[in-house]
């Protein structure tokens, strides 16, 4: 198993002499860190990042000390956002699809991303989601609300399904995240007469396991890939950034919807990972999201690979 370095990616500067004109096109260049996986090949593609208030990560009195301690600091966080895309030779899959043009300016570039690595929307043989939260979902459909990996195969877990469909969310998610309710239904709507749902472990595309990691949604889904002996588990959004999250997995977070649970799940997956150094995608994670788990003191932290 290796990891190349990250690798910057730049589209649209093709065919110019020498970079002469450069300096006057937009300068825009996308980054993908790539994991070999057996015979597999693994890139994370970014979506951009989101700006978020502090409150929505935590509201915890000592956080700004943790957070300090990782240089940050103020009232906003500004994740990044990584799509995991698979090839193993025969599927092509794209873990999640990111936000499209309509959530946040600064996400949304899942296009661009896959233009510069090359891929095309039709290329993907497959679509699986860990959850429908804005950031992962949104991004699923064109401007004439077509799916844009139309002939894709699209997967999420029942619980997960189950959730976002039923016309009672919109009343009983809270009026915070009301706009996700309806724009989740509005998109998976789309997907009803083809969308392939599955419950906790099952092996959904050959490699693919799924593992239940609710908490963050009520029907959050990770993916544990296979290939030979290497294995890869692509997190979501379960351990949701590498300050708190690994720092004081004990503390509640303001993005985990039921946030006990959220608590109990990467407290256990944490433990886990550290323990068999499984490779590990984050959506959230920092250098492309690639890296893994390793204690610190009786809490844990993100060693990036990717980078
Ligand atoms: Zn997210």
């Known amino acids: 198993m290796t990891i190349s370095r990250r690798t910057i990616l730049r589209a649209g500067t093709a065919g110019l002499a020498a970079g002469l004109f450069a300096p006057l096109m937009p300068r825009r260049s996308w980054a993908a860190t790539t994991l070999s996986l057996g015979s597999a090949r693994i890139d ?85 989601f860990t959850h429908a939260h804005p950031d992962h979902l949104w991004g699923l459909l064109d401007e004439f609300d077509e799916p844009i990996f139309a002939d894709a195969t699209f997967m999420i877990g029942k619980a997960e399904w189950d959730y976002w469909m039923d016309p009672a969310t919109v009343d009983t998610i809270g009026t915070e995240r009301q706009s996700f309710a309806v724009g989740a239904q509005r998109r998976l709507s789309v997907l009803e007469d083809r969308i392939v749902t599955f419950g906790d472990g099952e092996e959904i595309i050959p490699g693919v396991a799924a ?97």
């Open 211 to 307: 593992r239940a990691t609710f908490g963050h949604t009520p029907g959050h889904m990770a993916y544990e890939i296979r290939n030979g002996s290497d294995a890869c588990m692509v997190l979501g959004d379960c351990i949701g950034n590498h300050h708190l999250a690994f720092a004081r997995p004990d503390w509640m977070s303001g993005s985990d919807q039921d946030p006990d649970m959220g608590i109990a799940t990467r407290v256990k997956l944490l433990d886990q990972l550290a323990a068999e150094q499984m490779r590990i995608v984050g959506f959230h994670l920092p250098d492309g999201g690639l890296g893994r788990v390793e204690r610190a003191g009786d809490a844990y932290r993100f060693v990036a690979e990717g980078a």
């Open 44 to 128: 994370t593609l970014s979506d951009g990042n989101l700006v978020l208030p502090m409150s929505f990560v935590t509201d915890h009195e000592g956080a700004g000390a943790v957070m300090a301690e990782f240089g940050l600091s103020g009232d906003a966080v500004e994740p990044p956002c990584n799509v995991t895309l698979l090839r193993d030779g025969t599927n092509t899959v794209l873990f999640d699809v990111g936000s499209g043009h309509d959530f946040m300016p600064t996400a949304g570039k899942l296009a661009e991303a896959m233009d510069a690595l090359g891929v095309t929307a039709q290329e993907i043989t497959h679509v699986v």
